[in-house]
């Protein structure tokens, strides 16, 4: 996660919000909180299940909305998931993804030489880059220990 406070993050998401014309609810903060306080880059039924305990009457469709919201506005990144459920980052300034194939972990890195990497010339040509992200898969620690390495 950031090394920003959960208050300067709140005090950040509050002015994004007004500054994209979105009500701040309680729904909304919930949702926001809980993925500050998240490192397991959450799908939405993730959120949904979470969040039902808090308010019972929030619909999935609600949390997959904000979700894609704050997608939308830059509160979030989407996380390269392919194949799977749409993954949430709250971090999102730059960094790298391990990316585990046999239990769908996905966990944060930063490396300068990976920050660096040139685009090469006819991607340029062709193609505006916005950004860019490593992805590594493989099998995590947990996996690899436990006997379950195969994807």
């Known amino acids: 996660m950031r090394v920003e406070s959960k208050h300067t993050l709140l005090k950040s998401?509050?002015?994004?919000?007004?500054?994209?014309?979105?009500?701040?609810?309680?729904?909304?903060?919930?949702?926001?909180?809980?993925l500050i306080g998240s490192t397991a880059h959450p799908s939405v039924d993730d959120m949904y299940q979470i969040l039902k305990k808090e308010f019972p009457n929030i619909s999935y469709d609600t949390v997959s909305r904000t979700m894609l919201?704050?997608?939308?506005?830059?509160?979030?990144?989407?996380?390269?998931?392919y194949g799977g459920a749409k993954r949430f980052d709250p971090n999102v300034d730059g960094h790298h993804h391990l990316h585990c194939v046999s239990c769908?972990?996905?966990?944060?890195?930063?490396?300068?030489?990976?920050?660096?990497?040139?685009?090469?010339?006819?991607?340029?040509?062709?193609f505006k880059v916005l950004a860019?992200?490593?992805?590594?898969?493989?099998?995590?620690?947990?996996c690899s220990n436990s006997g379950n390495d195969s994807p």
């Open 13 to 34: 998401f509050a002015e994004t919000c007004k500054a994209n014309q979105l009500k701040i609810t309680p729904q909304r903060v919930a949702i926001y909180r809980e």
């Open 69 to 81: 919201t704050f997608a939308d506005v830059g509160i979030v990144d989407i996380v390269e998931v």
């Open 104 to 126: 769908g972990k996905i966990l944060d890195f930063h490396n300068d030489q990976f920050n660096n990497l040139g685009i090469p010339d006819d991607v340029r040509q062709h």
């Open 132 to 142: 860019s992200r490593v992805v590594l898969k493989g099998i995590c620690e947990q």
